[in-house]
């Protein structure tokens, strides 16, 4: 019993602190103290050392040399590579789900943009930022297919494609998922694979002239 009650809590740990990360409460760049993370959490230091172990294995926190640890900041060249790898994975999760998934399972991503309108204020924005995450993720869990949710749940790729907020505003983005959906709709799986791969690979592009400009490679 004791054994069980320490990895349940080294399992708890690690989700909280994963999920700090995920809602920004640790920033990218932040130092990472185990002691205030310890206290904060109102554990021993053993349960996050192994928590900040799992997570750098991961590659949400890294080691810097005579810096410690801090939380990961993902670079353009990292995003262009993670927008790559959803292009490709999501494609296949859509197909997936509109040939295999019943009406029923369908709703689950069907509704997610319901009552979003252009323009949106800050508010609207925050909570279209959620409803894009969670319709990518959503894809991937209807899937169904073990071999794609692993790869997303070890590497967490779609969480760390938002680091920087939403790569293209709504205003592009919006009529972009609504037409994914209206092909899952009409079952056309073909078409809604070739529209998610399209409009990831969009955000890709924008990344790429991002990192141009930044670099001074930009024409």
Partial sequence: ???IKKNALRELVYDKIKLMILDGALIPGQ????????????????????????LTGEG?????PREGFCIKTFTYVDLKELFAARAGLEGIAIRLCIEELSDKELEKILHIFDGFELPMNDREHARYMKADQRFHETLIALSKNSVIINFDRNFD???KSYQKGLIRPPEETLREHLAILAAVVERNAPLA???LMRHLLRSREVIKDQHLKFSGQAK
């Fill in 193 to 195: 694979q070739e529209l």
């Fill in 1 to 3: 019993m004791e054994k």
């Fill in 60 to 64: 949400l926190i890294e080691q810097r």
């Fill in 31 to 54: 130092k990472i103290s185990k002691k205030e993370l310890a206290d904060r959490l109102a554990v021993s230091q053993t349960p996050v050392s192994e928590a900040i172990n799992r």
């Fill in 157 to 159: 790729f779609i969480m």
